[in-house]
T-cell receptor
């Protein structure tokens, strides 16, 4: 079945450091890919998405490119802030599965001043 | 203007009890979901309804029964609660069941003693 694998956390960075969170997926079809963010004590919010190969999703300085050849959707940000501290989830959704999101295990990011 | 709301936010109860969690969305969406987040933050879909019809049921014990009285509401009733049911339960909604962004509620933390 479909699955998503993320790099393990926690990831601890200093403010203004470069961030990469790796995400790879396994899917039978052509899924849409998502990054969601969960701030402490809150629900998930969509951070960015890409619906087809080579699409780049971007939002709030975060970027991820849908790479079909490597089945990857790595999240990057050039300069992180303390306010970026949260848990980040990579997810996929296939069109023939009723819209369910299949999530990776989440990567906790902690940014220190 | 809360888009997806859940009640209660916290629920503490004894093993064997029956409890319900309510979810409402004011986004005019057709599709609603229940996800379970375990203690390691892993998220897994439980159910999905589209236009009040069940479209996803992910091998969840039949002690869990979702009910959708109308498109804006999806409630989750749990019978005979067990220790392993302790988790955070998230409701979400989307415009349609395919490829659309899902909007999440704030979660209900269920603790079974």
């Amino acid at each position: 079945g479909d699955s998503v694998t993320q790099m393990e956390g926690p990831v601890t960075l200093s403010e203004e450091a470069f961030l990469t969170i790796n995400c790879t997926y396994t899917a039978t079809g052509y899924p849409s890919l998502f990054w969601y963010v969960q701030y402490p004590g809150e629900g998930l919010q969509l951070l960015l998405k890409a619906t087809k190969a080579d699409d780049k999703g971007s939002n709030k300085g975060f970027e991820a490119t849908y790479r079909k050849e490597t089945t990857s959707f790595h999240l990057e940000k050039g300069s992180v802030q303390v306010s970026d501290s949260a848990v980040y989830f990579c997810a996929l959704s296939e069109g023939n599965q009723g819209g369910k999101l299949i999530f990776g295990q989440g990567t906790e990011l902690s940014v220190k001043p | 203007d809360t888009a997806v709301s859940q009640t209660p936010k916290y629920l503490v109860t004894q093993m064997g009890n029956d409890k319900s969690i309510k979810c409402e969305q004011n986004l005019g969406h057709d599709t609603m979901y229940w996800y379970k987040q375990d203690s390691k933050k892993f998220l897994k879909i439980m159910f999905s309804y589209n236009n009040k019809e069940l479209i996803i049921n992910e091998t969840v014990p039949n002690r869990f029964s979702p009910k959708s009285p109308d498109k804006a509401h999806l409630n989750l009733h749990i019978n005979s609660l067990e220790l392993g049911d302790s988790a955070v339960y998230f409701c979400a909604s989307s415009l349609e069941p395919v490829y659309n962004e899902q909007f999440f509620g704030p979660g209900t933390r269920l603790t079974v003693l």
